[in-house]
């Protein structure tokens, strides 16, 4: 089973996000800010991220900064909410291996498309 | 008069005096050696004749008796006369002769009795041997009038003495208007007032004077012209330098700084703002070429380009940099062409340099995306949670019941929050633009605290929160926009629910004091930190502490609350402990108005 981490700080989103994806058949873990994300990681690796970028504190764009500095050679990809589908994202983007953005309000059968589409990417490769 | 005539009567005759003698002097001379020469070639026994005869000597001296002649006497060699004819009473005294002369005729000054004498002396040689000399003596003539001199000098001194007051006369004549006119001018030169010179002269003088006068009369003229034109031309450039002080003192009073250059490119002006805009001394600059003291190679890229595409070079497009001496501004510099006022008459003769702050402008720019990220932010923050509550419901049929009820919760809550940040934002920004008018009415306060209380408590939120109400029984009406200030009130009970803790209290108050009301909320919740009170009244200013984080907001009600309350010239001012709660105070004055009237 494909463990989630999702990580918001709107907590009816993270809630929402949780109930829809456990529904799917994922194992969920929420954040409200970085931080407690980056506690979890560490914790225990998951086998994607989806992470607001505006979040107050650390952005979700720090987040995913320290992530690639705290686990370098992660496997796991990174989900970004954003309001604001920017240049500037996308050129801080480049940096991030394994990133993918999707623009807010997302849809829920959007992130579940995307996060489906990866894992069985990623079982073809495998096999 | 008579003085002066005679003086010169005098003199002339003194004058002519000295002339005779001298002509009589020189006869005398030349008579004298001419005979001398003429008796010592005759025979000594011709000259001295034995006795009874008479000698030539003696008829020479009876022949010359009228003359001059005083003596002949020939003597010998060791001075005996041995002849003697002279005048009566004239003794002829004896003189040592020369044995041996050196000369054949010798002129001797004498002196007999008084007499001044001319003696010529000649020796008389006879067979080479000197046997006698000849001595021939004259009265030199003298200076004294004689009788003889009176009808000469009478008939000179006569038309002298006559004609000495006709001269007199006639030159004071003449110069009478000479001093008239001496005295005209001498008033001239004062400028009494211009008056014709009188005149009574001869005609000679007739002409001078009337040119003379016209010449005066014109230089007067002249001078009074020119005293006018100097007049004028003071005015002129007093008037020219106040004109000048004028421009001087506009261009160096614009906000922007200046640069004028030439048509070689180098600097001719430089206003002093260039020093404040820039930080570039303004006298150092000129006559030197922008990129001696531009180091911004930006500039100087823009103003190359401008330089050799000549007057296309100039679009209305300036070039924003921040100054290396000023990095904290943001400078805009423009270049124009600098036309003579006849357009046609040639190319551009220069180039005028414009470098305008535009820190404000730039600032705003930045402060205007940034409050459109916002606003963006805000806005699909609660449409996302829109989106995937209403998702949910819509797709999935076997939802949970408590699932659906929290689901249709959450859409109310974010529409609510979605609505109230809508109209929080256009109250804002018509308050910024100054478009939202307010409409003051006199209000009993006690019913609007009490309304807005009720509406907060009965809201759903701070469900187990105390609410209180203290206010006096009786509060002043105030004029005030009853909606607007509801909408501050409201915002200030939102936050003190919102930030409050799990059982606290929430406390609206009012107090009245001579000159002003004040609505005090207070809550007992989580505090402001001390480095966020500054900012709360901020758009979009959200603190980072966690209890905020978790709690829903916007931004924008403080500050909204903020703008009502000033436009009602009033304060909102904060106090706040950290972990102990915080006191919103809104003060109105009373009656604005009427305070006015009093004074």
Redesign the interface.
Known sequence: MNRILVVD?????VR??R??LE?AGYLVATA??GESALAAIEQSPPDAVITDI?M??MSGRELCDRIEELFPHRTFPIFL?T??AEVEHREWSKKISNAVFLE??????RILSELEDYFAAGQAVQR | MITSSLAVIILICGLLLADYRQSRETQVRQQGSALARLLVELPLDELVPSRGRRSVVDALAYGLRDTSLAYAVIVDPAGSPLLDVSKPGMIVSAAAMVAEPSVWLEEVALEFDGQPIMEFRAPIYSEGKVIAYLRLGYLRPTFGVTRDHLPFLGTIALPVFLLTPGFYFLLKREIKPLRKLRMEMEAAIGFDEAQQIEREASDALDGILDAFTRFVERSRRRIADLEEHRGDLITSSKLIGYQRSRIETVIQSLPEAIVVLDEAGVTAFANNKLSSLIGINPAGVVGSRPSEWLVEDDLLAYLGKCETKGNRGYANESVEYSPTNAPEKTVALTAYPLFAPDRNAGGARGTLLVFRDVTLESMAKSARGEFVAHVAHELKSPLNVLRMYSEELLNADDLAEEFRVEAVNVIHDEVDRLSTLISNLLSLTKIEMGSLSIDRQRVKLNELLEDALNTVSRGGLGADLQFRLRSPRVLSPVAVDKDLLRVAINNLLTNAIKYNRPGGEVTLAAEESDEAISIVVKDTGVGIDEGDVDRIFDKFFRSDCESVRKTSGHGLGLALARQIVELHHGTLSVSSVPGEGSEFVIELRKEPGLVKQAI
């Open positions: 700080d709107e907590p009816h989103v929402v996000l109930l829809r529904r409200l800010d505006q107050p504190g909410l309001s604001r807010k309000p997302a849809s829920l059968m």
